[in-house]
């Protein structure tokens, strides 16, 4: 199962042949931490504020009745369970919390005062999953022989047809190039 939630989330970088440019892996960086690192606020677009990106995941909740959220809350709740029982199998000792669950039961949250302890905690997950996708890739992407490596093996007929393509496509030109001078 972690061979399949592995190869789920960085199969972009593998398959992207240029998951492993160093410079496009530092401004990758760059500008995820500018986008986790901003607040978010009226007229502040998802796509420059990880708060208004969360909150704009959200808004729905905002606008459905007590059946919807009831509803949100036993689907967040399918997780959870899951969660639970891979903790409870695998003998981790770690205490977890489900934010989808507090944020279905944002009202009542933010009148107990624990509205920004959730969002401080959301926030802080998505900095851990982000830490632990850009490690690795990272890591790999210092060495250059990795991306040489992988560019060879994304594109290996090509690199073996490749001066026999560009013949046929220069040669192509150069036909027709010879028929309008005709």
Known sequence: MWFMVGTWLFAPFLFNPSGFEWQKIVDDWTDWSKWISNRGGIGVSPEKSWESWWDKEQEHLKYSG??????????????????????????????????????????????????????????????????????????????????????????????????QISRILGGHKKDRSSKNKE
């Open 66 to 163: 007590t059946r919807g959220i009831i509803t949100e809350i036993v689907l967040a709740l399918r997780f959870f369970i899951y969660q639970y029982g891979l903790v409870y199998h695998l003998n981790m000792t770690k205490k977890t919390k489900s934010f989808l669950i507090a944020q279905a039961c944002k009202p009542l949250v933010k009148r107990v005062g624990l509205w920004s302890s959730v969002r401080a905690l959301a926030r802080g997950y998505e900095i851990m999953m982000g830490l632990l996708l850009f490690t690795p890739i990272a890591f790999l992407a210092w060495f250059p022989f990795v991306s040489e490596f992988q560019t060879r093996m994304l594109f290996n007929q090509a690199f073996s047809r490749g001066l």
